[in-house]
DNA sequence: CTATTATTAGAGTATATACTCTAGGCAGTC
DNA sequence: GACTGCCTAGAGTATATACTCTAATAATAG
């Protein structure tokens, strides 16, 4: 593999595992084994090596949300848009927790990244209206179906935030695919008031599926503990 | 003022203003016009500073989240409630945007937040009950009522990050309180299926005047041109 | 007034970080 | 075998950052 690439990917391991924040351009080239002059002859600096990264994510999820144009989508079609959605937000789950300030230093990524927000909102909306069309929700009107896929954007894009600070009782336990994919189960509640009566069952089987067990059990029994004793 | 909490206070202004990440001691004293030692003679590091207003934040947001124990809630109390929680995210809005990095760095602050977080969720479970027993939502079941708390949460704690990365067009342009608090047109879209038939229209007049104004819609006509023009 | 304690200044430091610069190796080509 | 273009090593640097140390000044108690 060629060198630049073992950059691009060893920084994406890195920084997924540790935080972008944490990790320097001396690491990544430590990691590899390399010099820091080598590192910077394939790029001129971090961001670039950033803005590259999200470049591939950018691809990899517009290629996902691929909608077909001449016809309804089926539970399956959602599953595979849910399910690979997830996916991506798993492989470049670095990205999203430094967000805030990756976007302030990088005007390029600031800008693609805007665009990128905007095409998936576009695309949940378009998957809303295909839904509908397929039978499984009731249509909606134009400004509710908009306002709802910002709600399942919000969720999906936050889920995992939610799981390393609220869930994980330590830095150290990380988090795996499995429950990030528990964030489906949350996409699907957004959408049970909406669904039609027919596919109602089939829904909830299949969002039974991603029911968070274990850990999130656990959470609950600390919650109810804490209220107990902690309301004032 | 005392130098300590004139300390907290600056602290707390630019790590809003600039975010945790780009501000440091030296930059907070220099702020005050004090030197490094006397900021040192007060926190022992900079975690602590943080530790301490995240401290006065959740002291604040308990104190909002008081659920009367005796009587249903009101759309009044609901208000309240939305308004106060964001009010809230927009005085320690710092906080939610390193937050993943704040918790790896001071094991006090991951453990407050995470009990802090599950005292949030168990509120607004509590407080879709309380609406039920007013008679504005329709009574759900136990399981659902925590799936959409938690839809709640994230949304409303994300929805400053998303008007910070998808809706400025550039990092200067910094958001107001009125745009924050349009994330409560969001809260409500959640609400909105579960609604009584008696409390439905006043529910969308209250959502209505929270409803994203220019900004947004400019957005809006950017994100279709870019569908139209971008479909691959 | 004196002794003690609390507060402050400000120079200084160890470490980290992003990045540069120079010299050289290696593969292919004429 | 010399030339060329690509790649790499590794020492080095300017700046930043969190934090320390000492000495001096203000505040307070007896």
């Not at 998936?120 to 009731?138: N, P, S, T, Y």
């Not at 249509?139 to 910002?150: F, I, T, Y």
């Not at 799981?163 to 994919?181: C, F, G, I, R, V």
């Not at 109602?200 to 107990?228: G, N």
């Amino acid at each position: 593999m060629k060198t630049r690439d073992k950059i691009l990917l060893s920084s994406l391991e890195l920084f997924n595992e540790r935080g972008e924040r944490n990790i320097t351009t001396n690491h990544i080239a430590a990691h590899l084994a390399i010099s820091p002059g080598n590192l910077y002859y394939h790029f001129r600096n971090k961001s670039d090596i950033i803005y590259d990264i999200f470049q591939e994510y950018e691809k990899l999820v517009d290629y996902y949300l691929d909608i077909p144009e001449d016809r309804g989508l089926t539970l399956e079609d959602l599953t595979f848009y849910l399910e690979s959605v997830f996916d991506g937000l798993w492989s470049y789950r670095f990205f999203h927790r430094d967000l805030e300030y990756l976007l302030d230093s990088d005007p390029r990524l600031r800008q693609d990244y805007r665009e990128f927000t905007n095409r998936c909102l576009a695309a949940i909306d378009r998957i809303f209206g295909k839904l509908a069309e397929g039978g499984i929700i009731a249509p909606q009107p134009e400004e509710l179906r908009s306002a709802m896929s910002l709600n399942v954007w919000l969720v999906i894009t936050n889920w995992m935030a939610f799981l390393k600070t609220a869930h994980a009782a330590d830095a150290q336990s990380n988090l795996t695919l499995t429950e990030l994919k528990q964030g489906i189960y949350q996409v699907l509640t957004l959408e049970l008031p909406y669904l039609t009566p027919e596919y109602r069952e089939r829904v909830l089987v299949l969002r039974e599926k991603y029911r968070p067990t274990l850990p999130v059990a656990q959470d609950q029994v600390v919650r109810q503990a804490s209220v107990a004793g902690g309301a004032r």
